[in-house]
């Protein structure tokens, strides 16, 4: 039997999957590493820290591997999109990677519609200028660094850095490109045209490689490292939400999938490049070849769990939690929570807005806000879902992965709030699944990723939406969505007392 291993390089950590040419998983391993937050709204990560925890991870699981080394035919990445890694001439990192989810570059977006203009931007890029893309985080850099600046040679995203540390070879790949807003995505190459308005040189922009292609195998450094032979093939990888869409089969027009990982995301199959939703959504190259999607995106999702987690219930974990949420009714007692942690990208672009708990009275307890928490994430993607209806997509199916796809509970929440039939495959880990798909699909084992999908992806598990709590849902989302509204101008005047 032979393998590849699919590495999803998420925001809380690497996850590693050995799949066999039947699509099982043989064996996983994931290994985390911090975010650093020096101020509210900054986010970023040690890219050294990612090499090393990919390399323990696959070293974990080559240690337990029973089988022969020799059959690993080939890797490939998923990863976390955006962030930006700036490196110099010798290709060493000249700072901390600024991730997704950093929002310090509010003015830098506002330059870059005075520089270009909105209509042209989206005529270009497909998206607006949102903080969390790498053109404004380059420009950040430019301004408030300029000594770093001067320094770089190329950028990166985090998935190609890590590639980059496998293989020796640089390379940016279309589904990642894509978010930096310097690419043309229609012609899937970069726009001299941006690069010149926003005096930025060219030559910065990596040489760009398809999703599936090979770049090479992987160097004799990091063969003694992880355990692997220096033969193993490396396939270039996409964007985790691309990856995340191939390992959950969204391979055609009418498929939706919602993934709530660090962030939560909505994304929709798209056969064009010349649909126009305005720039409501973001619209990015698929990882599978001449294909699109657009998407959603919730910027604290799983963060928002994970961050209730750590602050108020340290020591239990999420299915101690998720068991108090269950014994909660739908409304969690009269408690809705926005998940706003680090402002918010659809559908309020808006890097000033944050959390809040509204109706909290002395009766509630810890089941409560977890419950809270849950239905206030899910009915944030719900505005994702609410658009894409809005303009006339049929939604009543969804392919449901990352960490939140564990519990029964959210995925039900999810299919309430939805009012979809929620699927759950038999892996959570859909962006690492389709890693791993682009790798067998390299590797010659199948001759297509739909040949391949009919092969490796099963359904574990269909929720169906319950009548009665859709329509108690309903009734709350339109509170829900009062909440915004309401809140965001007492959060600008709240911003002058943040770290
Ligand atoms: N057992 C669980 N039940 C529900 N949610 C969970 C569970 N375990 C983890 N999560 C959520 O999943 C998130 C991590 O998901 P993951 O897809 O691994 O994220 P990323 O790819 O961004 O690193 C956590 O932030 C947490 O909120
Ligand atoms: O910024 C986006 C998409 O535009 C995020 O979805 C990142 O790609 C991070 O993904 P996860 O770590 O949450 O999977």
């Known amino acids: 039997m032979k393998y590849v291993l699919g ?3 998420g925001t809380s950590a690497v996850k590693v999957l050995l799949v066999n040419q039947n699509g099982e998983i043989h064996k996983e391993t994931s290994k985390s590493y911090p975010l650093i937050q020096e101020k509210t709204g900054y986010s970023e990560q040690d890219p050294e820290q990612w090499v090393i925890q990919t390399i323990a991870a696959i070293s974990e699981l080559v240690d337990h ?7 690993i035919e080939g890797l490939s990445f998923s990863g976390q999109m955006h962030g930006l890694v700036l490196l110099d001439d010798e290709h060493q990192v000249l700072r901390n990677a600024i991730l997704w989810n950093d929002t ?5 977006c506002r330059h870059i519609y005075d520089a270009i203009g909105e209509k042209k931007l989206l005529e270009i890029t497909k998206n607006p200028a949102l903080e969390g893309f790498t053109l404004p985080k380059i420009l950040w850099v430019k301004e408030n660094e300029p000594h770093k600046y001067e320094q770089a040679a190329t950028f990166l995203l985090p998935k190609d850095y890590v590639r980059y540390r496998f293989t020796g070879r640089l390379h940016m790949e279309c589904s990642d490109a894509a978010g930096t807003l310097l690419l043309d995505v229609a012609s899937q190459s970069w726009s001299e045209e941006l690069c010149d308005i926003m005096d930025i040189d060219p030559k910065i922009c990596l040489p760009l ?8 195998t992987i160097t004799e450094e990091l063969a003694v490292d992880t355990g692997l ?3 193993t093939r490396v396939f270039a990888g996409g964007a985790d939400n691309a990856c995340g869409a191939i390992g959950s089969g969204i391979l055609s027009e009418g498929k939706t999938l919602a993934s709530i990982g660090t962030s939560g995301v909505v994304l929709s199959y798209e056969e064009n490049s010349d649909l126009d939703f305005e720039g409501k959504v973001h619209y990015f190259n698929h990882a599978k070849e001449n294909a699109y999607y657009t998407m959603g995106v919730t910027l604290s999702a799983g963060h928002s769990l994970s961050w209730f987690k ?4 340290e020591g239990k974990d999420f299915e101690e939690l998720l068991a108090e949420a269950n014994q909660v009714p739908i409304g969690s007692n009269g408690l809705l929570f926005t998940p706003y942690l680090a402002g918010e990208r659809t559908p309020y ?6 959390s809040s708990f509204i109706g909290m009275s002395d009766s509630h307890k810890l089941g409560d806000f977890v419950r809270a928490v849950l239905e206030g994430i899910t009915f944030s993607l719900n505005e994702s879902i609410h658009i894409f209806r809005e303009n006339g997509k049929k939604i009543d199916t969804i392919f449901s992965v990352g960490g939140g796809a564990k519990s029964e509970l959210w995925m039900q929440i999810q299919a309430d709030i939805f009012d979809a039939d929620i699927i759950k495959l038999e892996t959570e880990q859909g962006p690492g699944m389709g890693a791993a798909m682009l790798a067998g699909v390299g590797c010659g084992w199948y001759e297509s990723l739909e040949a391949c999908a009919d092969r490796f992806l099963e359904k574990n598990q269909v929720f169906k939406p319950n009548k009665e709590s859709v329509k108690k849902y309903r009734r709350l989302y339109e509170i829900y969505r009062k909440v ?4 965001a101008a007492l959060n600008q005047e709240l911003k002058e007392f943040r770290k």
């Open 7 to 9: 590495i999803d390089l």
């Open 65 to 71: 591997f029973d089988g022969d080394i020799n059959d």
């Open 104 to 108: 310090r570059t509010t003015d830098q």
């Open 209 to 216: 490689v398809k999703s599936h292609e090979l770049v090479g």
């Open 229 to 231: 032979t220096k033969e």
């Open 310 to 313: 750590e602050v108020f219930a």
């Open 349 to 354: 672009a808006d890097a000033v807005i944050r």
């Open 484 to 487: 915004y509204g309401s809140t």
